[in-house]
């Protein structure tokens, strides 16, 4: 099917550690993207890519860097796992910067 | 930057009638205004879009509505289903000027009592 495909759909880990969510889209997009959608919903723009540049969302903590190892990858990673990282995290793509996106289903991650 | 309200927060409506959820948006320069439905444990899905240079868009039961004087747009739904319940999303971008991310409004929970 094509699709933008995120793993893990759940991922429950502790405080300090580092994990990675990977995104993969097969659309032949050249712009992707994380969202952050927290606890009342909100979806907002963590970072959007393509193999020229990457345009990071200046709140977002140097903690959490995407990792891109090809046009139809863009890999999440996070270390220092805080309680506040709790969240939904949604990889998206575009074929350009200027057209309609498509959404993964998500990743739920839960810190203890 | 982009500032996206959403109204109302929820919205429960008989199978049948029809649904209206509305959004405001702060940067007039957006040209860009997409709805995302969100079910229950997956992905946003783009269910329609509309373009600063159309004042209205329809497809099937649902319809948008763009008023760039007043920097609102709207998504209607008509003859609402169950399985039309699900969290929507409106969402505004400039498009055109290297900005590429999207501004979501805060979402709005659409149950339909069948």
């Known amino acids: 099917d094509t699709a933008v495909s995120q793993t893990p759909k759940y991922l429950v880990t502790q405080m300090g550690n580092d994990k990675s969510i990977k995104c993969e889209q097969n659309?032949?997009?050249?712009?992707m993207y994380w969202y952050k959608q927290d606890s009342k919903k909100f979806l907002k723009i963590m970072f959007s890519?393509?193999?020229?540049?990457?345009?990071i969302n200046e709140t977002v903590p140097n903690r959490f860097s995407p990792k891109s190892p090809d046009k139809a990858h863009l890999n999440l990673h996070i270390n220092s796992l805080e309680l506040g990282d709790s969240a939904v995290y949604f990889c998206?793509?575009?074929?350009?910067?200027?057209?309609?996106?498509?959404f993964g289903d998500g990743t739920r991650l839960s810190i203890l | 930057g982009e500032n996206v309200e959403q109204h109302p927060s929820t919205l429960s409506v008989q199978e049948g009638d029809s649904a209206v959820i509305k959004c405001t948006y702060s940067?007039?320069?957006?040209?860009?205004f997409p709805w995302y439905k969100q079910e229950l444990g997956k992905g946003s899905q783009l269910i329609i879009d509309?373009?600063?240079n159309v004042g209205e868009k329809k497809d099937q039961r649902i319809a948008v509505t763009l008023n760039k004087t007043a920097k609102h747009f709207s998504l209607h739904i008509t003859e609402t289903q169950p399985e039309d319940s699900a969290v929507y999303f409106c969402?505004?971008?400039?498009w055109g000027t290297g900005r590429r991310a999207l501004t979501f409004g805060s979402g709005t929970r659409l149950q339909v009592q069948p």
């Open positions: 940067d007039s320069a957006s040209n860009y």
């Open positions: 998206a793509s575009s074929s350009a910067g200027d057209q309609p996106q498509h």
């Open positions: 969402a505004a971008v400039r």
């Open positions: 890519y393509n193999n020229k540049e990457l345009i």
């Open positions: 659309l032949g997009h050249d712009t």
């Open positions: 509309i373009r600063s």
